[in-house]
Every structure is written in C-alpha cells, then in structure tokens.
C-alpha cells in the first residue's frame, strides 16, 4: 500500500484578489505561512518517506515547512508546475472576461476543452501530471509521501484516480493548504480524502 497526501500550496496575494499569476513566482502571504505551519503540525505524526513539490516558490515554501517535521528536504518536479496562462498570465479575472468573453465563461463552468490562449489546456497538464505521479507511486512502494502542488495540479489527479473526465473540474473545490488523500491498494487507487481543511 502507498498512501499520497496531495497538498495546495498556502495562500498568495492572487488567491484573494482575483489576478491570474500562473508561473510568476509569487510568495505566500503572512496568511499562507500560518496556514502551511497548521498543516505540517497536523502531519508531524506520520512517517513521511519524501515530500515532493513544483518548482515555484508558493509550493515550495509550503513543501519546506511540511517537511521540516520529517527532516526532509523537498524534492522539486518541473512535472508539477502551475498551468501555462499564455496571454491570460498577470492579467485580473475581470480584464480576462471582458477580453475573451466566451472563452472565459467556457473556463469558469468546463474548462476541459479550453486552450489558453498561448498557453496550455487542461488535457496538456494532464500529460505531464499524471506520468510523474506514476512515478512517485512506483518510487514509494509501502511508504506516505507527500506532494505539495496547484489546484490544477491536484484536480487532474483527482479526476484521473476517479477515472473521471477533467470536465468534472469545477465540481468540487481545492482549498489552499487543503488535504487530499489517495491510497493505492495492489496497484488500484483510491480516494480516501477529499479538500480536508480541519487544521485551519
């Protein structure tokens, strides 16, 4: 059996004030720092293998404090990566409607089938998530491991362990700092626990 603990970073400034930042490499909020430090005191009692984390520096300071507990040191995908926002990156949510109207209505109700554009659609993520999330199952046979990503990240892996089309994306929620759980039981996943936020 392996268990993975999926984990959103903490809150940034973009979380609450409706801008697209994509990859720009903003930092957590006084705010996120608290909520990262309410979670790793949550998990401190595991027995945690490895800690894994996207390149950006909102995951990796979430993955830096859940590991500390652990005396680990996080280990950085490229695979995990926010999504590509093309020409919709830095921009605030109402310049975004206003600019592609249907485009954007698209996006906020099924956004399975949105290119963005110059940058990447839901399907595009998916194929680089889901192999580098084999992976890590395969690297941590019989252990917990922990992955600290983004929401798109961690709701195509959702989708993927449900056998679910990505069209199911807006249909449940992934809060900042929020628990995820999947277990693998001879090779078949489950999901265990969904956007738990009982630390905050």
């Known amino acids: 059996m392996i268990t993975v603990y999926l984990i959103r970073h903490g809150q940034t ?17 006084k705010a996120g720092y608290e ?11 595991l027995s945690i293998a ?17 590991a500390e507990p652990h005396e680990l040191e996080p280990r950085v995908l490229d695979d995990f990566i926010e999504i590509d926002l093309g020409e919709w990156q830095g921009l605030h949510m109402d310049e975004i409607s206003r600019r592609w109207p249907e485009l954007w209505q698209q996006w906020r109700t099924d956004p399975s089938e949105v290119a963005i554009p110059n940058g990447e659609s839901l399907t595009e993520v998916t194929e680089r998530a889901i ?54 039981v001879d090779n078949k996943p489950s999901l265990i626990g969904l956007n738990d936020k009982s630390h905050l």
């Not at 400034?13 to 909020?29: C, H, I, P, V």
């Not at 909520?35 to 009692?45: E, F, I, K, M, N």
């Not at 490895?50 to 859940?66: E, F, G, K």
């Not at 084999?134 to 929401?151: D, S, W």
């Open 13 to 29: 400034e973009s979380n609450t004030t409706g801008f697209y930042m994509g990859r720009s490499d903003e930092d957590l909020t």
């Open 50 to 66: 490895s800690v894994y984390t996207s390149p950006l520096r909102r995951t990796h300071a979430t993955a830096a404090i859940l």
């Open 35 to 45: 909520q990262a430090r309410c979670l790793s005191s949550r998990l401190a009692g």
């Open 131 to 184: 192999p580098t999330f084999h992976r890590i199952v395969e690297t941590n046979r019989g252990k917990q491991t922990m992955i600290v990503a983004h929401e798109v990240i961690v709701k195509v892996i959702v989708a993927y362990v449900l056998g679910a089309p990505n069209n199911i994306y807006r249909r449940f929620e992934i809060s900042n700092t929020s628990l995820t759980v999947i277990q693998f």
